[in-house]
């Protein structure tokens, strides 16, 4: 199944994607929040569509584009995932996944346009695999109760402000956290619609010059084994956003940087999850 949500921004309603068209849930469903995927939602959702998947209204073409879940209770980031993008910053490959949160306002649709801070000069890109949790997780055992405890996957630009995060000392969130920092979409994808992790090709482009062209294969940590991971620490809730890290070709590892400007277009995409397009203003 192909999740979305769509509408104003802040009232979003819950919807899919089949054959190839937006339909409208919301007569059926609240939202895709935790509320939804902690009682057993999507095994209702797939029946519902099964029976009524054909009469659901479609969407119009016009309708905004919101982000695929609801504001989740965490976003939780994974730094230097990618052995080449460790590389780039000058930063040993870690010998445990690098962890740090992302502010949970900073959620925004696949297309919306995105605000450069103020008093900052160094906003980058970084396309990434974005993993949502079925159920509340703590203390799991193993990989496999990690991968049954996956919803399904998603496209996340997590931008960044190097400024903020890299120069001013501190815990890397502030240079995470900007509002609209994490364009996320433009579908969830459950498990069993993605098929294959091991060999997803990630691009990103910026005014249609490519930056970045990896391949998630070159993962240094996968998807199972970090759920498994975090939970021996927190727990993770149903609906909560794991951002798995970025290949390399990001602005900081440039010479010299080039770093977003207003303007600029941002578009991005991983195969099976779709594209993004942004704005800088």
Same mark, same amino acid.
């Given at each position: ?6 509408? /104003? ?19 059926? $469903? ?7 995927f902690e009682s057993n939602g999507l095994q209702r959702l797939q029946e519902f569509l099964q ?5 659901? !209204? ?41 962890i740090f949160g992302k502010a949970t306002n900073t959620l925004n649709g696949p297309y919306d ?29 193993? /990989? ?34 900007? !509002?609209? $920092? ?50 021996? $620490?927190?727990?993770? /809730? ?14 900081l590892g440039m010479d010299p940087p080039l770093y977003l400007k207003q303007g600029d277009v ?16």
């Amino acid at each position: 199944m192909k999740l979305i949500r769509f509408g /104003e921004k802040g009232k979003e309603k819950p919807g899919v994607i089949l054959h190839g068209k937006r339909l409208d849930c919301s007569e059926k $469903f609240v939202d895709w929040n935790r509320e939804f995927f902690e009682s057993n939602g999507l095994q209702r959702l797939q029946e519902f569509l099964q029976k009524e998947g054909k009469n659901l !209204p479609e969407i119009e073409a016009s309708v905004r584009h919101g982000a695929c879940i609801a504001r989740p209770g965490m976003i939780m980031c994974i730094g230097l995932n990618y052995s080449e993008h460790a590389e780039e910053s000058n930063m040993e490959i870690p010998k445990e996944p690098i962890i740090f949160g992302k502010a949970t306002n900073t959620l925004n649709g696949p297309y919306d346009d995105v605000a450069i801070p103020l008093h900052a000069d160094k906003t980058d890109y970084e396309v990434e695999l974005g993993v949502v949790l079925s159920k509340d997780v703590y203390g799991l055992k193993n /990989e496999e109760e990690a991968e049954a405890a996956i919803a399904g996957y998603c496209l996340v630009n997590d931008l960044s402000e190097r400024t903020f995060q890299l120069e001013k000392g501190g815990q890397w969130i502030k240079g995470k956290s900007c !509002p609209g $920092f994490s364009p996320v979409g433009p579908f969830l994808a459950t498990a069993d619609e993605l098929g294959d992790l091991d060999s997803l090709k990630m691009t990103l482009a910026v005014n249609g010059e490519l930056r970045q062209d990896g391949n998630t294969s070159y993962m240094i940590f996968r998807p199972a084994f970090l759920v498994y991971y975090l939970s021996q $620490f927190m727990l993770l /809730e149903a609906g909560d956003l794991i951002s798995t890290g970025t290949p390399s070709g990001v602005a900081l590892g440039m010479d010299p940087p080039l770093y977003l400007k207003q303007g600029d277009v941002v578009e991005l995409s991983i195969d099976g999850l779709g594209s993004q397009k942004q704005l800088m203003v």
